[in-house]
């Protein structure tokens, strides 16, 4: 699917506009992507969320990437857009979103990767966090009472604008909160993703 879509947007814009999400689920997709001899040449990578924390981390969503697709495959290092966790968060989600702005604006993915938390949250939108709310800017600092930590995270406005949205899910002992998301009636920060011209789409393993 997901060469499929680079092979789409590629064709249509020249470029093909990712964003990656942290966790151990799309890990094994990250590692087949690189040992698909794909071009990533014309793939500009983003991160979703990141935590704040250094990029050499085991913590860290890049360093994640980083060990299994980028340094793999030799991805061109212009190419990826990092989240800077290690600095103060705040101005780490400003800089970001002038990053996302300098190369396009507005900044439109042709596919955003994302997982679900137990909890209901997706990239670091957590439930009842003030992120939920924003909706002036793409990028924001998201503190996170449940971990008493703040974090790196799109916002709705960002999520919405894409043209494809894709939650990778390991759906195992998330069978009732997949239930409640998709009852259509659901406020979890999951639920409420909904790109206005762009698509939703579940790929559920290991359970549900």
């Given at each position: 699917m997901i060469a499929r879509e680079a092979e789409a947007a590629?064709?249509?814009?020249?470029?093909?506009?990712?964003a990656l999400s942290g966790g151990n689920t799309p890990r094994p997709v990250y590692e087949a992507l690189a040992a698909s001899g794909a071009d990533?040449?014309?793939w500009e990578f983003t991160f979703g969320d990141e935590r704040c924390v250094p990029p050499d981390s085991d913590q860290s969503n890049f360093k994640m990437a980083n060990?299994?697709?980028f340094a793999r495959a030799s991805v061109p290092p212009q190419n990826i857009l990092r989240m800077q966790g290690e600095c103060d968060p705040a101005g780490a989600a400003a800089a970001y979103e002038q990053d996302l702005l300098a190369r396009s604006s507005p900044y439109r993915h042709d596919l955003i990767l994302?997982?679900?938390?137990?909890?209901?949250?997706?990239a670091s939108?957590?439930?009842?966090?003030?992120?939920?709310?924003?909706?002036?800017?793409?990028?924001?600092?998201?503190?996170?009472?449940?971990?008493s930590t703040w974090r790196l995270t799109f916002t709705y406005?960002?999520?919405?604008?894409?043209?494809?949205?894709c939650f990778l899910v390991s759906s195992a002992g998330k069978e009732s909160i997949l239930q409640e998301v998709f009852s259509?009636?659901?406020?979890?920060?999951?639920?409420?993703?909904?790109?206005?011209?762009?698509?939703v789409t579940w790929l559920l393993g290991g359970g549900a």
């Amino acid at each position: 699917m997901i060469a499929r879509e680079a092979e789409a947007a590629v064709a249509a814009r020249g470029i093909f506009r990712v964003a990656l999400s942290g966790g151990n689920t799309p890990r094994p997709v990250y590692e087949a992507l690189a040992a698909s001899g794909a071009d990533f040449t014309k793939w500009e990578f983003t991160f979703g969320d990141e935590r704040c924390v250094p990029p050499d981390s085991d913590q860290s969503n890049f360093k994640m990437a980083n060990d299994a697709l980028f340094a793999r495959a030799s991805v061109p290092p212009q190419n990826i857009l990092r989240m800077q966790g290690e600095c103060d968060p705040a101005g780490a989600a400003a800089a970001y979103e002038q990053d996302l702005l300098a190369r396009s604006s507005p900044y439109r993915h042709d596919l955003i990767l994302l997982g679900m938390g137990d909890d209901g949250h997706t990239a670091s939108l957590f439930p009842g966090t003030a992120a939920l709310d924003v909706v002036d800017r793409l990028v924001v600092a998201n503190y996170v009472p449940k971990f008493s930590t703040w974090r790196l995270t799109f916002t709705y406005p960002l999520l919405d604008a894409a043209r494809h949205v894709c939650f990778l899910v390991s759906s195992a002992g998330k069978e009732s909160i997949l239930q409640e998301v998709f009852s259509g009636t659901s406020g979890l920060p999951s639920a409420k993703v909904a790109p206005s011209g762009g698509r939703v789409t579940w790929l559920l393993g290991g359970g549900a």
